[in-house]
Each structure stands twice: as structure tokens, then as C-alpha cells.
């Protein structure tokens, strides 16, 4: 009990005293992560739109495996991102490896197939509503994707809330394409797990109480905006 | 252009037919829609007017028989329908009525500045920045009526569009489309209300169990109706 109170003391006196080594690991996950959504969401939302309202050979199938991708293990995703960006990989060629590019693609592949599938099911309950309208004006798939994209864009904008939560918080991917690198790639959860296994006990729970906060954090701006759009009727 | 203008009417339905899965909900529709004519559909709750409206409309694919425009191949653009429950985009009043004609391929500032002369039209010009959403079912229905003028159509299909509304709104909404009629577009309706059938209909189509009972002037369907089916119909109704 004591260590808790100790390094819970040590941890509060390193936030307070804003130390540069903590700050710098936060704000490289913050980056790697905002990056990792950015381009899964530039993939994942047409994806999930099309697969709502458009009708082609296989959309079942893809909508089957895109929900099964949801829960795939962080690790496995490490290994395989690992696997394609190393030297005899598809993608070796740009040496990504142990970069923090390499780490946004990983969380990027990660967190993809959840925001494809929460998409569709948004996008999927909007066309319900709007299906014999857009026909009525003769709106073809993709301008109806596009269109209902738009009109959902605040239940979206959770999405991605939800889709960030999910990468900051990994720790499995991040680790194995990062290489957990001190100043490089060290991002907020290899940190925590270096630092408890080498009894930096403090960092490491400064590092856990930003990580809780900033989760706490996105899921009240995701009530608030749900809560919002609901209200002004958006 | 004189000639494509023609070229869409009649709108001629033979043999259509509906029984998805076994169930008959029409069967042996043949109906013929002249241009400027104003059609409505009346029928008790069930018979298939929502249905026979969407595969005129080309919503809904008939199980059989032909829905033929004039000499088109295809189902013509210039067409609109209204819906019992509005469908408001999650956007601006202004934005709605736009909506429709950017997708045709308008530039946007030509679409919002048609759009804007059609909400004049429906007299909802001073909303036209507000969500869609939050206006009232009336409002919403008369952005739709603009939303559907707006695309010049040269036929209007129109479901109960005053089904849910008060007594106030049906009436600014059956005067718009008196106005669109008198303006040329031909108008297809179904409606409960029988004192706007009268005031509005042309033609009278009687729709009972899938089938067209019969099809008359208004103003003989409402004084002699030639089926016994529509004679019980008009006495249950209220006026
Ligand atoms: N798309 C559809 N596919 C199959 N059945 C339908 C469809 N739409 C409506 N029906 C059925 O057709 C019947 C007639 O419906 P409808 O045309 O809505 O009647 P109404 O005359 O009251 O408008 C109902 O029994 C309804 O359940
Ligand atoms: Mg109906």
C-alpha cells in the first residue's frame, strides 16, 4: 500500500510539474493515434456507407467479416502490419519499421473495421428513413452514400471518438511495429508497460491517469454531442 | 424539345400485377394517366394504393404487366412524389429543397436560388435557414411540396400527403397542389379525405382487394358511383 501512495504522489508531481519526458510520450500517442483514425476513417466510412446502401455480389459476405474484424487481437494486427512493412515484407521498401508511421498504419488497420462497422450501422438506419426519398429524386449508390455520410456526421463524429478510444488504449500493435523505441516510439501504453515491469512506478501511473482521463474524456464529448445533435434535431 | 415533351405521356399501366411471396396485393391493374389530368385514388386501408402509387412512381418493381411513359424506353426524371411522413435531410430548409436538384447535376448557387423561389411559393422563404427537422409536420410537408416543385416535375405523385397534418396545414398543402395543377403538372394522389378528392380530383380511380373497381369523372363518382364496392366505401367515409 505504501508504493501506491508513494508513487501515486510521485506520478501527481510529475503531471503537475508538466515533465517533459512524460508530456513528450503523451503527445507522440496523441499524434500517432489522431493519424491512425484519420486514415482508417478515410477507407473505413465509404466502406461502411456502400455497404449499407448499395447492393453488389459479396456484401454480405465483406459486412460478415468487417463485423468479425472488430474484435481482431491488437497483437495479431502487430504481427501481420510487422510482417508486411519488414524488410522481405510487401511494404518493406519504405521502412516504416519501428517508425511512428509504422504505428499509425498498425492502429490504423486496427481500429478500421470498427469504424466501417459502427458506419454501416448508422448509415444503415438512415437509409431506412430515407430510402424511398433519394430514390424518389433518382440518387444513385454513391451519391446516396455520400449524402447520408453527411446527414449522419454527428453520430460519425462518435465513431471516431470511439475509434480513437480504441487505438490510444492498444498496446498490443503498437509494441511489436514501434519496437517501444525511448523518445521514438514510445507512446503512453508501451511506456506504462516498460515502466511496471521496471518498476518506474511512478511514470508509469502518471501515464495511466492520463490514459483513464483522456478515455472519460472522449466518451462525455461523444454524450455531449449525441445529446446535442439530438436536441437541435441535426 | 417540343417533341420530348410530349413523349412521356400517356402513362399507361397494363396487366399490372403484385404478389410477393404468394400474397395478392394487385392484380390486373390497366390504367391510363393523360397529361394534366388529376387523378385520385381512393380505396379503404389495405387496398394497395401505396403500392400501385410506388410501381407507378418506379419505387417498386411490378410482379407483372408493363408501366409504359408514352414512347420512353426508360422511367423518366421529371417526376416527383410526396410521402405520407415528409423525409427531411438532416440539414437547412434551403438545403433540402436544393438537395434535389444538385443531385440532377444544377450548380449549387442556381439550385439554392430555385430553391429559395420555390419555398416563396409554399410561403416558408423566412425558414429557409433553420434545421428541416425542427419544423412542424405542416412546414415540413409544404418544404417537401417545394422540394418536389422545385424539379419542374411534369407529373406529381402524392401518398395521404395531408394524412397526419391539422386541418389548417392539409389545406395550405391541397391549395399547393391545386396550384401545381393549374400550373400543368399532372397530379396522381391517394387520399382519405373525400372533401379534397372533390375539390381536387379530375378522375376518380376506386382501388378495393388489389383491384380497380372502377375508374370515373369525379363529378359522377361522387353523385353515382358504378360499383356497389365504392357505393359502401363513400357511405362509411366521413365527408
Ligand atoms: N413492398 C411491399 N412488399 C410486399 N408487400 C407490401 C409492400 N408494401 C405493402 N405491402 C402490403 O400490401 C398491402 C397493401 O398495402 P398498401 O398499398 O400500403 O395499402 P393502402 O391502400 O392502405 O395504401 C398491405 O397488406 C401491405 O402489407
Ligand atoms: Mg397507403
Redesign the interface.
Known amino acids: 500500500m505504501d508504493t501506491f501512495t508513494a508513487s501515486l504522489d510521485a506520478a501527481l508531481a510529475l503531471l503537475l510539474h508538466a515533465d517533459a519526458h512524460l508530456y513528450g510520450i503523451v503527445s507522440l500517442s496523441l499524434r500517432v493515434s489522431c493519424l491512425a483514425v484519420l486514415l482508417a476513417a478515410l477507407f473505413a466510412l465509404p466502406l461502411g456507407a456502400l455497404l449499407a446502401v448499395a447492393q453488389f455480389p459479396g456484401r454480405r459476405t465483406l459486412t460478415v467479416l468487417v463485423n468479425g474484424f472488430m474484435g481482431l487481437p491488437a497483437v495479431v494486427v502487430g504481427l501481420i502490419v510487422y510482417l508486411s512493412l519488414s524488410r522481405a515484407g510487401p511494404l518493406g521498401e519504405l521502412g516504416l519499421l519501428f517508425t511512428p508511421s509504422a504505428m499509425s498504419l498498425a492502429q490504423a488497420v486496427l481500429v478500421a473495421p470498427l469504424l466501417a462497422a459502427l458506419t454501416r450501422q448508422i448509415v444503415e438506419d438512415a437509409w431506412f428513413?430515407?430510402a424511398?426519398?433519394l430514390?424518389?429524386?433518382?440518387?444513385s449508390p454513391r451519391?446516396a452514400a455520400l449524402?447520408l455520410l453527411?446527414?449522419?456526421?454527428w453520430s460519425l463524429s462518435t465513431v471516431l471518438l470511439a475509434g480513437f478510444g480504441r487505438a490510444i488504449s492498444e498496446v498490443g500493435a503498437v509494441m511489436i511495429v514501434g519496437g517501444n523505441i525511448d523518445g521514438v516510439t514510445r507512446v503512453m501504453t508501451t511506456a506504462i508497460a516498460l515502466e511496471t515491469s521496471k518498476g518506474d512506478l511512478p511514470l508509469a501511473m502518471g501515464l495511466g491517469i492520463i490514459l483513464v482521463a483522456l478515455v472519460l474524456l472522449l466518451n462525455a464529448l461523444a454524450q455531449a454531442i449525441r445529446s446535442w445533435a439530438a436536441r437541435?434535431?441535426? | 424539345m417540343t417533341a420530348m415533351k410530349t413523349a412521356m405521356f400517356p402513362l399507361q399501366l397494363s396487366g399490372i400485377g403484385f404478389a410477393p411471396s404468394g400474397t395478392t396485393i394487385l392484380q390486373d391493374i390497366n390504367l391510363t394517366i393523360a397529361e394534366g389530368s388529376c387523378t385520385v385514388i381512393l380505396g379503404p386501408n389495405g387496398a394497395g394504393k401505396s403500392v400501385l402509387m410506388r410501381i407507378m412512381h418506379g419505387l417498386l418493381a411490378p410482379g407483372s404487366g408493363r408501366v409504359e411513359w408514352g414512347s420512353l424506353e426508360e422511367r423518366p426524371l421529371s417526376q416527383a412524389m410526396l410521402f405520407q411522413r415528409p423525409v427531411m435531410l438532416r440539414r437547412s430548409v434551403l438545403s433540402n429543397v436544393a438537395y434535389g436538384l444538385h443531385v440532377q447535376g444544377i450548380p449549387i448557387p442556381e439550385a439554392k436560388r430555385r430553391a429559395l423561389a420555390a419555398l416563396e411559393s409554399v410561403g416558408l422563404q423566412h425558414l429557409a435557414d433553420r434545421p428541416a427537422r425542427v419544423l412542424s409536420g405542416g412546414e415540413q410537408q409544404r418544404v417537401a411540396l417545394a422540394r418536389a416543385a422545385a424539379l419542374q416535375p411534369r407529373i406529381l405523385f402524392l401518398d395521404e400527403p395531408t394524412a397526419s397534418l391539422d386541418p389548417g396545414a392539409a389545406r395550405a398543402i391541397e391549395s399547393g397542389i391545386a396550384a401545381l395543377h393549374a400550373a400543368g403538372i399532372t397530379i396522381v394522389m391517394v387520399t382519405h379525405h373525400l372533401g379534397q378528392a372533390r375539390r381536387l380530383a379530375r378522375d376518380i380511380v376506386f382501388l378495393a382487394a388489389g383491384r380497380i373497381q372502377e375508374c370515373t369523372p369525379a363529378h359522377d363518382f361522387f353523385r353515382q358511383p358504378q360499383s356497389q364496392a365504392a357505393a359502401d366505401f363513400l357511405k362509411e367515409e366521413l365527408p
Not at chain 1, 150 to 153: E, H, I, L, M, P
Open positions: 428513413e430515407y424511398d426519398q430514390h424518389s429524386l433518382g440518387v451519391q449524402t453527411w446527414d449522419t456526421r437541435s434535431a441535426q
